[in-house]
Nanobody, 121 residues
Framework: QVQLVESGGGLVQPGGSLRLSCAAS????????MGWYRQPPGKERELVAT???????NYADSVKGRSTISRDNAKNTVYLQMNSLKPEDTAIYYC???????????????WGQGTQVTVSS
């Protein structure tokens, strides 16, 4: 059993900041890429940012320069620091992890349940 649990969402005013966390737990041998995605109201899920186990990052143009993804490999945790938040950042934010549960198993992507971020005055 593998679980990804997000935290840190909430209501924030435009221009404010939030830090999201996502911890992976359970039977985990190794984690390759971890990432954050979001689903705005009435829209498709979209990429926010990803980070490899070596620390290589990738950002969507919409958050580049305003967000920083990081991870603590020892804690199997990924973070998303979001600054200068805009109303269009309102969405459910999901984390995912591309991982192997055992040395002999295939890699598979697991998802968290999501955390709501609302940017509004």
């Amino acid at each position: 059993q593998v679980q990804l649990v997000e935290s840190g969402g909430g209501l924030v005013q435009p221009g404010g900041s939030l830090r999201l966390s996502c911890a992976a737990s359970g039977s985990i041998f190794s984690i390759n890429t971890m990432g954050w995605y979001r689903q705005p109201p009435g829209k498709e899920r979209e990429l926010v940012a990803t980070i490899t186990s070596g620390g290589t990052t990738n950002y969507a143009d919409s958050v580049k320069g305003r967000s920083t993804i990081s991870r603590d490999n020892a804690k199997n945790t990924v973070y998303l620091q979001m600054n200068s938040l805009k109303p269009e950042d309102t969405a459910i934010y999901y984390c995912n992890a591309d991982l192997k549960r055992y040395s002999y198993s295939y890699r598979r992507v697991y998802w968290g349940q999501g955390t709501q971020v609302t940017v509004s005055s």
